[in-house]
């Protein structure tokens, strides 16, 4: 831990933030309603306004671009009763089998399954006739749906060759669009009130007004979503192992001995160091005493299974992932395709032009984050990935 200085703690060496990632963080402290400080984690990078991998809490106010424009982003994870044993030599036939049943990219469903239509009807049920759910007319079909980027699905192993499924993604469309939408709300009312901020990415709505609610309404709404959608997923994928481990299928419930799900770019009203205030973490995950969470590394890396050590300086915190190390413009001047080859081999994927800007290297090693991450969380489980899925 290191205290940058009275308004700045890193849970990682300071030396190792990037200049303007470290102008992002300052420019949050300053905010006047920041709480004690801002806690910075070790997979901090640059962000839109504030770092991702940073946690804010607040007292009166919040800064939409320090949830992030992926609202309820995060991570599910399974645990499995079968082994390494139990996997074919070849895992092609399920990739293709778990790409069939989740579109990737841009892609949505283009129709919508049983099980994800009584979701669909949670999600309508909870916006009650409210008109923000129009802000993007695909999302029921996006429900279901994987995304780009660096959101994934793997099949991975433990330290006892126990099989997992880890999954990474969040709201799709419609989460960014209302981000962006409120982002804009806010940065009207900077103009309004004629408050200048030394980056505009930073304009905020003040607790009680109508805009604060409205945001407050929608970000429930899109947490919940991404929340739904990792789990329509990953009963999907779960169904695909059960034809793959039971041969006839239909045994998806007989799989799992444990789900974990975890947000990380989200906000919501917690007690800390006596006083009640919204903890915003943008790349950055809850950890208290024993909560369970997830902490992926890039593709072809590992991933880890943790449990909290509600460190109160982190506002019981812990990172979300590896964290870019390079931009995506950056990976692809760096990186080639015999690269991305040479760093998934062994590891059943798509081997694509498309994905080099996901290329491990392009990412701060994983081993390096969860060692500076010994005081926030306690390793259950060690992952490592034997298929990958990605969108481009």
């Keep these: 831990m290191h205290k940058i200085n009275d308004k700045i703690i890193a849970f990682l060496d300071p030396a190792t ?16 309603f920041i709480f004690q400080h801002v806690a910075v984690m070790p997979d901090c ?25 992926d609202i309820g982003c995060g991570m599910i994870a399974v645990r499995t009763k079968f082994s390494a044993g ?4 070849n895992l092609k036939e399920t990739r293709d089998g778990i790409e069939r049943r989740i579109p990737t990219g841009f892609g949505v469903n283009n129709k919508i399954q049983e099980r994800a239509a009584g979701r669909v009807q949670l999600l309508e049920t909870q916006a009650n006739g409210q008109d923000y759910i129009r802000t993007d007319q695909r999302w029921p079909h996006a429900l279901g749906s994987l995304g780009g980027g660096n959101h994934f699905i793997e099949i991975c192993l433990d330290e006892s060759d126990r099989v ?11 989460g960014n669009k209302l981000a962006q939408k409120h982002m804009n709300i806010a940065k009207g009312l900077m103009g309004k009130w004629f408050i200048s901020l030394p980056d505009p990415a930073l304009a905020y709505l003040v607790e009680g007004t109508p805009e604060f609610e409205d945001y407050i309404r929608d970000l429930l ?57 919204w903890v915003t973490r943008k790349g950055a995950i809850q950890m208290r005493k024993g909560q369970r969470g997830v902490i992926p590394g890039s593709m ?23 964290g870019r190390r ?13 690269d991305f080859e040479k760093a998934m081999a062994g590891i059943e994927c798509r081997k694509s032009e498309a994905l080099i800007d996901e ?28 298929l990958n899925v990605k969108g481009d």
């Design 86 to 89: 139990d996997l074919p030599d």
């Design 164 to 174: 997992w499924v880890v999954l990474h993604s969040g709201s799709r469309g419609i």
């Design 326 to 338: 390079f931009s995506r413009t950056e990976a692809r001047r760096r990186f080639t395709m015999e």
């Design 221 to 277: 709404w899109a947490q919940k979503f991404a929340m739904l959608n990792r789990e329509e997923m990953m009963d999907r994928v779960m169904t695909e192992l059960s034809y793959l481990f039971f041969k006839a299928g239909g045994h998806e419930g007989e799989i799992e001995q444990e789900r974990i799900q975890c947000h990380h770019n989200f906000t919501q009203k917690e007690h800390h160091m006596g006083a009640d205030v």
């Design 359 to 386: 290329i491990p290297g392009a990412y701060k090693p994983i081993d390096e984050v969860m060692e500076n991450s010994k005081d926030l969380v306690k390793v259950e489980h060690e992952l490592r990935q034997v």
């Design 17 to 32: 933030i990037e200049p303007k990632a470290m102008e992002q963080l300052e420019n949050v402290a300053k905010l006047p």
């Design 45 to 69: 990078h640059l962000g839109i306004g504030a770092t991702v991998g940073s946690v804010i809490a607040t007292r009166g106010a919040i800064v939409p671009a320090a949830v992030g424009v």
């Design 300 to 322: 072809g890396t590992k991933s880890y299974i943790v449990s909290g050590l509600e460190n109160p300086v982190a506002f019981h915190s812990a990172p979300h992932g590896a």
